[in-house]
T-cell receptor, first 108, second 113 residues
Framework: RKEVEQDPGPFNVPEGATVAFNCTYS??????FFWYRQDCRKEPKLLMS???SGNEDGRFTAQLNRASQYISLLIRDSKLSDSATYLCVDSSGYALNFGKGTSLLVTP | DGGITQSPKYLFRKEGQNVTLSCEQN?????MYWYRQDPGQGLRLIYYSQIVNDFQKGDIAEGYSVSREKKESFPLTVTSAQKNPTAFYLC????????????FGPGTRLLVL
């Protein structure tokens, strides 16, 4: 089974900081990539898709490096409400593979 | 509002008992999925269905069964053969292929008495 690997954290950052998460995927045939956010004891929610050219949505920027097979998520100006677990996801066209998540805690 | 609903929110199972988790969607999505999440673990695929009256096993199907008689509904039965059923069960749906973005219901927590 192809794996998606993430640093579980936790990442503890002060409000207003910039934080970056990386994740690596092992399946070179993966075609689609996503970041999901999961709050404690809740369902995962799509944060953003990740495109080859990189993409930005407000304070969030996602990057894909196919050569090195990693995906990154950058959060600028962290808010208390950003505290959650961030799941890295890839797809080979056959299945979605979820990483175990990176925990972020933003403190006042 | 369009979305995915799961019930119940909490479910308790006695030894040797079969229990059924409900999942309904009004997004008009063709594909539906069941995942299991254990503490500190990623999501693992139990079963998926890409069309009515058809479904396929995922990575951990043993001890589970599903049906897809209607496009909107994809119930999951946890049978007595599943020896470690305590987990957070998540239902998801997508417009079509498994690789497309999936949207999740709020989940059901199953506990064994």
């Amino acid at each position: 089974r192809k794996e998606v690997e993430q640093d579980p954290g936790p990442f503890n950052v002060p409000e207003g900081a910039t934080v970056a998460f990386n994740c690596t995927y092992s399946n070179s045939a993966s075609q689609s990539f996503f970041w999901y956010r999961q709050d404690c004891r809740k369902e995962p929610k799509l944060l953003m898709s990740v495109y080859s050219s990189g993409n930005e949505d407000g304070r969030f920027t996602a990057q894909l490096n196919r050569a090195s097979q990693y995906i990154s998520l950058l959060i600028r100006d962290s808010k208390l409400s950003d505290s959650a677990t961030y799941l890295c996801v890839d797809s080979s066209g056959y299945a979605l593979n979820f990483g175990k998540g990176t925990s972020l805690l933003v403190t006042p | 509002d369009g979305g995915i609903t799961q019930s119940p929110k909490y479910l308790f199972r006695k030894e040797g008992q079969n229990v059924t988790l409900s999942c309904e969607q009004n997004l008009n999505h063709d594909a539906m999925y069941w995942y299991r999440q254990d503490p500190g673990q990623g999501l693992r695929l139990i079963y998926y269905s890409q069309i009515v009256n058809d479904f396929q096993k995922g990575d951990i199907a043993e001890g589970y069964s599903v049906s897809r008689e209607k496009k909107e509904s994809f119930p999951l039965t946890v049978t007595s053969a599943q020896k470690n059923p305590t987990a957070f069960y998540l239902c998801a749906s997508s417009i079509g292929r498994r690789s497309e973005t999936q949207y999740f219901g709020p989940g059901t927590r199953l506990l064994v008495l």
